[in-house]
């Protein structure tokens, strides 16, 4: 998982309390994601960014916040965690050039109880 | 909607054999589609690509074909073995994003 980290990579906290995860890169690219991956649904995209302070929503982007102040850091917040945003986090980047191809982060798991 | 299927069921083969899985896509006209390895507890990692004007795609023991009529692609691991048991993830590119299929399951029995 060299060149992406996330932090931390297990969480537990309660109904109603603020989350942030935190993605950090060393590679400079431009494009970073947050996925969640729960059973029978795969990865599906919260949020993405495609520069410093440019973000954009995803497919389940409710309940969710997002922000990107310098390249290598994107940070996703849970205002107030439910019980149905229990799951596992994944953030990417884009690799360059003319496709999509993404590297992953190790992920993140989070239990609202 | 842009949809993406996988077969849910884990696939279940004898070491040695070819192991083949499907990935069919509907209301997309991709220009590549992609196919990445899960481990358990792990995020993702890319395997191959194939664009839309190629039929295949070959690296080491992997091939992927891909039929833009059928909207499907195939991938295939020749001479399995058990590290290859994992979830495989197909997924087609769209505006810098990724959709994903949920994944189908290998086990690949010693």
């Known amino acids: 998982d060299a060149g992406i980290t996330q932090s931390p990579r297990h969480k537990v906290t309660e109904t109603g309390t603020p989350v942030t995860l935190r993605c950090h890169q060393t590679?400079?690219?431009?494009?970073m994601y947050w996925y969640r991956q729960d059973p029978g649904h795969g990865l599906r995209l919260i949020h993405y960014s495609y520069g410093v302070k440019d973000t954009d929503k995803g497919e389940v982007s409710d309940g969710y916040s997002v922000s990107r102040s310098k390249t290598e850091d994107f940070l996703l917040t849970l205002e107030s965690a439910t019980s149905s945003q229990t799951s596992v986090y994944f953030c990417?980047?884009?690799?360059?050039?003319?496709?999509?191809?993404?590297?992953f982060g190790p992920g993140t798991r989070l239990t609202v109880l | 909607s842009q949809k993406i299927e996988q077969n849910s069921e884990a696939l279940n083969i004898q070491e040695g054999k070819t192991a083949t899985l499907t990935c069919n896509y509907t209301n997309y006209s991709p220009a590549y589609l992609q196919w990445y390895r899960q481990d358990p507890g792990r995020g993702p990692v890319f395997l191959l690509l194939?664009?839309?004007?190629?039929k295949e795609k070959r690296k080491e023991r992997l091939k992927v074909t891909f039929d833009t009529t059928l909207k499907q692609s195939l991938f295939h691991i020749t001479a399995s073995q058990p590290a290859d048991s994992a979830t495989y993830l197909c997924a087609l590119g769209s505006s810098y994003k990724l959709i994903f299929g949920s994944g189908t399951r290998l086990l690949v029995r010693p």
């Open positions: 590679e400079n690219h431009r494009y």
């Open positions: 990417a980047m884009r690799l360059a050039g003319d496709t999509d191809t993404q590297y």
């Open positions: 194939i664009r839309e004007n190629e």
